[in-house]
């Protein structure tokens, strides 16, 4: 996930990137991280996360928009503003072989 945030919404994006990183366990992806702006003004973050197929994938996305606890991580996000935008992409590992 590539995103916009507000800068000035940084904390309130924390919260959702911790609730979203908590939902992608519960729900078998692989959560391997959000990333910030750590130094300088920056209005852009990034999330990887992966899951065994499409079809793992699709079951968690399935829940958004009825789970409750999807829900209320959606409600962070839309309450304060902190997201300006995102783009999903997705991407296939190219692992080392030895």
């Known amino acids: 996930m590539h995103y916009t945030i507000d800068p000035a ?3 309130a994006f924390e919260r959702f990137a911790r609730a979203w990183m908590r939902l992608v366990v519960a729900h078998g992806g692989v959560r391997h991280g959000y990333f910030l702006p750590a130094e300088g003004a ?3 973050a990034e999330a990887l996360f992966s899951f065994e197929s499409l ?4 079951r968690y ?3 958004f928009g009825n789970d409750p606890e999807f829900v209320a991580a959606d409600s962070i ?6 997201v300006v935008r995102y783009e999903r992409t997705f991407m296939r590992p190219l692992l080392p072989t030895d």
Do not use: L, P, V
């Open 77 to 82: 996000r839309d309450d304060s503003g902190c």
């Open 55 to 58: 079809a793992a994938y699709e």
């Open 42 to 44: 920056s209005d852009k």
């Open 9 to 11: 919404q940084i904390e």
């Open 61 to 63: 996305r399935a829940r």
